[in-house]
């Protein structure tokens, strides 16, 4: 019996090929946007775990140096004396590789690619001129090193793995960066402090610094990825609800021929979910498609914005693929919830007519209502309270399906409206008429309005967010031309020869460090009118920067303060036993990581070691090009010469390829969005016949018809577009205000681009005129005689 | 006995209250026997069909088909009586619009495990279908729909078949060759056979005859 029953449901699908076609590319579509997110996510995931791994971050405690420098072999020496089971580890770049040297006698298990005992050679990596074990992509950015290149697919991106000696001599250094502990020390060994004063002890955490960092990128991708799979069920859900009102006579037919209940829906079930595994294949495999074009972008980004080394190959892992099954069955589970709920409620009695598709009775419009409301009400509620990036999630998801399912409400009352006005019998007939499409087509507006609405909040917070940025870069790269040298020695040389040709020379001197117990950057700024003239204080204290220079004080960025809860006047450890009150929070757009700026002389005082190597050059802009040339003279190469248009230029191309992304999912949303309008026109296109049919016989001609359908497409866009700009910029307020502050720890103005939002409104007419353009042309084709055989199925 | 429904009741909530359509019906049907329910427009020839045939359940009253009590049958237990006992022909004919014509012949038969290719061919030929097999519903004339229905239904052998207003959708010519073969072909099968009408002459081709006027039997 089921082999039959699964027979005749499959046969309608083989009868109703559109319909078929629209469940499965909905269903692929919306699976291969969300699979696609999670690919390039897992791949970043992946990334950091083999780097946390390789480099016993987040793993192992570290000890490091108090004051952020580096460790002199004479502290570690002493801590193993004193019993202390550490092993060394050097860090540094080489060639834009991160080169780890480790010990491999003392590093604990797990660790690196050679261990004694394993596969690898231990003679080889500590012999000679050793080995460097990492990825086909660092090894050949290193061609030119004396060591033998060994390629090892599991080091992280853009890391190579070597001997320590081999490191500090690759890196010309004799220092250590920091020590790994291993798990298991021995009972009675001396407190570090006592062993190693200037060491501190950093905890293993659950996350190395980085996931941690990147976790908000990562969250603001899965948020895109799920409003993509939402739009797309949206599809699914249209298309499922309308192959159940069209199979209603056919429930009811195998109910009466003696299907039991139970069985048709476990069946029908079955049924769904063979098509749900069917088009999540075909997602998946587009996502994959999806993730390796977009991959390369997001790989740029997390480097550009955070430093981190993520793969711009994609790995096919089982556990992604799976997920992307299971939301693929997932999906198709919610979206066809209710129609499985109805079948299982019908009685066996009911007429088999299709009802009007989706058609909601004055009870279920005024629930929908009243659900959106309260939606509405919650966003607002969120929006008041906020904090925390799931509440802005929460406000979004609140927001938008608030929203959505008031939509229909909303066209019906302007619907209602139109047919008031109309006093001529064709426009009293065709606004009648389409408020009587409406349901039919409410899920694949609510999709555009939904898509559109993204496209509007997200355009909006990136062009802010740019306009913003090229003003502070404006403000922030003041100085006309920088300079940078390799070694401290060329240092003196270098400002003995600049200072007579410029009028201001302005070191950038800095160290890593932690401060307010999260990792940043302390800057010493040399006192200069540049930096009174274009720094802008979102708050600050009276003469803020006389008593910066004057080593009074410490200003911050505002990503630091927000990340560390700082506030006008409390104190900040910038060295171990010096604190200095906060006098200042500047505005730091474009970077995550967490700054203070401190005069140059207490600087230098706290951190002698850490001379500048960089420097900004103050003169008249039409002297730069004589200047480079002079340099040139000089000895500097050009590497080492960047004038600020370039530094801009570059700013700009990290910030535009850091929303690549956000801006391909875009699109890609807007273009499910307009499938959705096209297969719910095409689909309900088939059900028309009898309501056209009359209209017909009464005068009306099927061109007349043809073009009324394509003026209902344009009228019904047009007021999804009204109503989708306000959701769009409420949008754009909680990514800006909410989702940003907490993302990236910094709030931006809000500006507002009319001319943009118009071409996106004219970009939806002219795809709801193409959706319409095919079903309009089909019904003006309509012979006569298919038009004349509805009044004889008549009964 | 095919058929032993006694004291039948059955109303419909209204706004203003239950409507009763059918006030203690009794009707018994002998194995092989045709009988003809008539009655006007609301008499509750359809109700007490849809109540033989499971589909409903009265209110009051006991329904015996095949030995077997209706009222004590689940959701299941009555399905299970369709596709093996009874046979209902609709007058809108419910075919599955997506299966071709032999598809939807064979249907009931499949579902009842009594598949048999012989008997479907020779239902279809005695139906004047044999050309037809591979169109689709859409593609047919009402009369041939509606011929589609009853060997669909007379496929599977049913001991009982129940037909609600048959021919209703047919013109005069159509329905008494489209009876006919009804006729002919259960009583080749041994069936009972329950026909729901408002035409008296139709009813005449039928061995007996009852009438039921505001849910009574006259």
Redesign the interface.
């Known amino acids: 019996?089921t082999?039959?029953?699964l027979?005749?449901l499959l046969?309608?699908w083989?009868?109703?090929l559109l319909q078929l076609f629209t469940l499965i590319a909905g269903l692929a579509l919306a699976t291969a946007l969300w699979s696609g997110v999670q690919a390039i996510n897992a791949e970043a995931r992946a990334s950091y775990d083999a780097a946390a791994e390789t480099l016993g971050e987040g793993t192992f405690a570290q000890i490091v140096a108090a004051d952020g420098g580096a460790i002199p072999v004479s502290d570690y020496v002493a801590l193993r004396r004193a019993g202390w089971l550490v092993s060394p580890v050097v860090e540094g770049r080489l060639d834009g590789v991160r080169i780890v040297g480790l010990e491999p006698l003392t590093a604990p298990g797990g660790l690196g690619p050679v261990e004694l005992g394993g596969d690898g050679d231990i003679t080889a990596f500590l012999s000679g001129e050793g080995q460097v074990f990492g990825p086909r992509e660092a090894l050949a950015a290193l061609d030119g090193i004396e060591a033998e290149r060994t390629e090892s697919p599991g080091v992280a991106p853009g890391t190579v793995i070597t001997d320590i000696a081999v490191a500090q001599r690759l890196l010309g250094t004799d220092t250590l960066t920091r020590l790994i502990v291993a798990h298991d020390q021995p009972i009675g060994r001396p407190a570090l402090g006592e062993a190693a004063p200037a060491l501190s002890l950093r905890e293993a955490q659950d996350a190395s610094d980085v996931e941690r960092l990147t976790d908000s990128f990562h969250l603001n991708l899965t948020a895109f990825g799920l409003l993509s799979f939402a739009v797309g069920l949206f599809i699914v859900h249209g298309a499922i609800g309308l192959a159940f009102e069209e199979r209603r006579?056919?429930v009811?037919?195998?109910?009466?021929?003696?299907?039991?209940?139970?069985?048709l829906v476990a069946v029908m079930a079955a049924e769904l979910t063979l098509l749900a595994l069917v088009a999540g294949a075909l997602g998946v495999a587009v996502g994959y498609v999806i993730a390796a074009a977009l991959l390369p972008d997001v790989a740029a980004t997390l480097r550009g914005l955070y430093g981190a080394q993520v793969a711009g190959s994609l790995e096919l892992r089982p556990s992604w693929w799976l997920t992307g099954l299971g939301i693929a069955l997932a999906g198709t589970a919610m979206a066809s919830a209710a129609a499985l709920w109805q079948v299982a409620r019908m009685p066996?009695?009911a007429a088999?007519q299709p009802r009007a598709w989706a058609l909601r009775t004055g009870r279920g419009r005024a629930v929908q209502a009243v659900g959106a409301l309260l939606l509405l009400a919650l966003a607002g509620a969120l929006a008041i309270r906020g904090g925390g990036l799931a509440t802005g999630f929460a406000m979004l998801g609140a927001l938008l399906v608030g929203a959505a399912l008031l939509l229909p409400i909303l066209l019906d009352a302007a619907l209602r409206l139109g047919a008031r006005f109309a006093r001529e019998t064709v426009p009293h007939w065709f606004w009648a008429d389409t408020r009587q499409q409406l349901p039919g087509l409410s899920l694949a507006l609510m999709a555009l309005m939904l898509a559109m609405a993204a496209n509007v909040g997200v355009s909006t917070m990136v062009s802010s967010f740019r306009l913003t940025f090229t003003g502070f870069l404006d403000q922030r790269l003041a100085s006309e031309f920088y300079v940078s040298v390799e070694d401290a020695a060329e240092v003196e040389p270098l400002l003995t020869f600049l200072e007579p040709r410029v009028d201001a020379i302005l070191p950038i001197l800095w160290v890593d460090r932690d401060l307010a117990g999260v990792p940043g950057e302390l800057y010493g700024m040399r006192p200069h009118e540049t930096y009174r003239e274009n720094w802008r204080f979102l708050e600050a204290e009276p003469e803020v920067w006389d008593r910066v220079f004057a080593g009074e004080g410490v200003i911050v960025n505002e990503q630091m303060a927000r990340r560390a809860d700082l506030v006008l006047g409390q104190p900040l450890l910038v060295a171990p036993n010096t604190s200095l009150p906060i006098l200042g929070i500047y505005g730091d757009y474009g970077n995550p990581i967490g700054q203070a700026v401190i005069g140059e002389d207490l600087f230098g005082g706290l951190y002698p070691e850490a001379g500048a190597l960089r420097f900004g050059l103050r003169l008249p802009a039409a002297d730069v090009p004589a200047l480079r040339d002079a340099l040139r003279d000089f000895g500097l190469p050009d590497g080492a010469m960047i004038d600020q248009a370039r530094i801009k230029a570059f700013s700009l191309e990290v910030f535009d390829r850091t929303f690549a992304v956000t801006g391909a999912l875009n699109v890609l949303t807007l273009s499910v969005a307009g499938f959705a309008m096209l297969m719910s026109l095409l689909t309900l296109a088939s059900l028309r016949l009898p309501q056209l049919a009359p209209v017909w016989a009464l005068g009306l001609t099927r061109a007349e018809l043809g073009r009324l359908e394509l003026i209902r497409a344009v009228l019904l866009a047009c007021l999804t577009a009204l109503l989708a700009l306000p959701l769009g910029l409420a949008l754009a307020w909680v990514l800006l205000a909410v989702v940003n502050v907490e993302a990236f720890g910094w709030r931006l103005p809000m500006f507002l681009f009319p001319a943009d939002y118009a071409r996106l409104g004219l970009f939806a007419l002219i795809a709801a005129l193409l959706a319409a353009a095919l079903p309009a042309f089909r019904l003006a084709q309509t012979s006569p005689a298919t038009l004349l055989k509805v009044f004889s199925n008549e009964? | 006995m095919i058929l032993d429904a006694f004291g039948i009741e059955k109303s419909y909530p209204s706004a203003a209250g239950p409507v009763p359509v059918l006030r203690g019906v009794s009707l018994a049907m002998e194995r092989g026997e045709t009988l003809a329910l008539t009655g006007e427009s609301g008499s509750g020839k359809s109700t007490f069909l849809h109540l033989v045939g499971g589909l409903d359940s009265a209110d009051a009253g006991r329904i015996v088909v095949d030995g077997r009590e209706i009222g004590t049958l689940d959701d299941a237990g009555r399905a299970e009586l369709r596709r093996t006992t009874v046979g209902v022909v609709f007058q809108q004919f419910n075919l599955i619009p997506s299966l071709d014509v032999a598809a939807n012949i064979a249907f009931q038969a499949r579902l009842a495990g009594r598949a048999d290719p012989v008997w479907n061919a020779e239902l279809a030929g005695r139906m004047g279908l044999t050309e037809h097999l591979t169109k689709y519903p859409e593609q047919l004339s009402g009369g041939q729909q509606q011929r589609v229905a009853i060997a669909r239904t007379l496929a599977a052998r049913p001991k009982l078949v129940l037909a609600d207003e048959p021919t209703g959708n047919l013109d005069e010519a159509t329905s008494d060759a489209v009876l006919a073969l009804m006729l002919d072909l259960v009583a080749e099968t041994g069936a009972a056979l329950l026909v729901v009408t408002h035409s008296t002459r139709l009813a005449g081709m039928l061995s007996r005859q009852v009438l039921l006027r505001q849910g009574v039997l006259a």
């Open positions: 019996m082999e039959a029953v027979g005749a046969s309608h083989r009868r109703n006579a056919m009811r037919t195998l109910r009466a021929v003696g299907v039991p209940l139970r069985r066996i009695l088999a009964r």
